[in-house]
């Protein structure tokens, strides 16, 4: 079963990492804030159930497509949405499946609606 107030956060960038995770506090949920892919894929692994995943793509250790990757392979977590978070233009082309793209800088209240739209 779902947390459906957990949204894990997947960024390499401290502030704005720390930053989403406030915004996404005041307004009711419960952010999981992670560095890398590889940490964040192993909090999924070992139990975690978020309603969403806010997924960078420029990473070291574990990149957003690597992660991505590794979570379509798993029965468990595939169907947990993502919403990538990206400074990259031009990915329209790119084989990414995620629910949504947003290109940063991202507005605040922008991020809080896709968030809405997306969480299951």
């Known amino acids: 079963m779902a947390d459906h ?6 960024d390499d960038d401290p502030d704005l990492r720390e930053t989403l995770g406030e915004l ?6 419960e952010p999981r804030l992670f ?5 964040a894929l192993d909090y ?17 250790e574990m990149n ?14 595939r169907d ?4 990538v978070m990206t400074a990259s233009r031009g990915l329209d082309g790119a084989p990414l499946t ?4 947003l ?11 896709a968030v809405e739209r997306n969480a299951r």
């Not at 560095?35 to 940490?39: D, T």
């Not at 290109?103 to 609606?113: F, N, T, V």
């Open 103 to 113: 290109y940063k800088p991202i507005g605040l209240g922008e991020l809080i609606d």
């Open 80 to 83: 947990i949405p993502v919403v």
């Open 24 to 29: 996404l506090e005041e307004e009711g949920y």
């Open 98 to 101: 995620a629910r949504e793209i």
């Open 64 to 77: 957003g497509w690597q992660f991505r990757e590794a979570q379509l392979r798993d029965d468990r977590l």
């Open 44 to 60: 999924l692994r070992h139990g975690g159930d978020p309603s969403l995943i806010l997924l960078d793509l420029m990473m070291p």
């Open 35 to 39: 560095e890398n892919g590889r940490e």
């Open 5 to 10: 107030e957990t949204i894990v956060v997947v």
